[in-house]
T-cell receptor, first 113, second 112 residues
Framework: GAGVSQSPSNKVTEKGKDVELRCDPISGHTALYWYRQRLGQGLEFLIY????????KSGLPSDRFSAERTGESVSTLTIQRTQQEDSAVYLC???????????FGDGTRLSIL | DQQVKQNSPSLSVQEGRISILNCDYT??????FLWYKKYPAEGPTFLIS?????DKNEDGRFTVFLNKSAKHLSLHIVPSQPGDSAVYFC???????????FGTGTRLQVTL
């Protein structure tokens, strides 16, 4: 498709399990971002990729969170030993460059039981 | 530390009238501002942006105004249409950063 694609769209898991979220950016977009949105709040920045390097990881909330990107394509966000406070919608965005508007996917709704 | 604030959680406007959504920021280093629109269960969609070197930017029914001295921006939608009913997020960035800092959103309801 032409837009940012995220999978799964919904994920329910038990506390303590690991989860992996996937993002396929718009083809040709070199910049990729992960955000999360907790209920009733704005989007919270997690990490930014330029190509396959991550010059800004300042938003990752703990060492349980990690992300990688292969080339200028797919990115995965991994949360280890999930906690209930990790419940949120995780949104991925991409852009031609860091100075261009970011285009968002529909997100993965993560629920930790 | 909320650097971008949208103090009105909701707004109701009649179809055909003007909708004005407001946003305040505290970080004077922000130099680029964006508005996004979000429908339920979808990702935010980019609407319009403005650089700090301008005080107004128009795109069709949407106009964004920036008042740097007041650290305030607003989005005007004229005329409002029922399809404009959504949550609107204000976002800002500094020239050296890539990340966007978002407000908490304003839910706009356009009534018939």
């Amino acid at each position: 498709g032409a837009g940012v694609s995220q999978s799964p769209s919904n994920k329910v898991t038990e506390k303590g399990k690991d989860v992996e979220l996937r993002c396929d950016p718009i083809s040709g977009h070199t910049a990729l971002y992960w955000y999360r949105q907790r209920l009733g709040q704005g989007l919270e920045f997690l990490i930014y990729f330029q190509g396959n390097s991550a010059p800004d990881k300042s938003g990752l909330p703990s060492d349980r969170f990690s992300a990688e990107r292969t080339g200028e394509s797919v990115s995965t966000l991994t949360i280890q030993r999930t906690q209930q406070e990790d419940s949120a919608v995780y949104l991925c965005a991409s852009s031609w460059s860091s100075n261009q508007p970011q285009h968002f996917g529909d997100g993965t709704r993560l629920s930790i039981l | 530390d909320q650097q971008v604030k949208q103090n009105s959680p909701s707004l109701s406007v009649q179809e055909g009238r003007i909708s004005i959504l407001n946003c305040d920021y505290t970080n004077s280093m922000f130099d680029y501002f964006l508005w996004y629109k979000k429908y339920p269960a979808e990702g935010p969609t980019f609407l319009i942006s403005i650089s700090s070197i301008k005080d107004k930017n128009e795109d069709g029914r949407f106009t964004v105004f920036l008042n740097k001295s007041a650290k305030h921006l607003s989005l005007h939608i004229v005329p409002s249409q029922p399809g404009d009913s959504a949550v609107y997020f204000c976002a800002a960035k500094t020239g050296t950063a890539s990340k966007l800092t978002f407000g908490t959103g304003t839910r706009l309801q356009v009534t018939l």
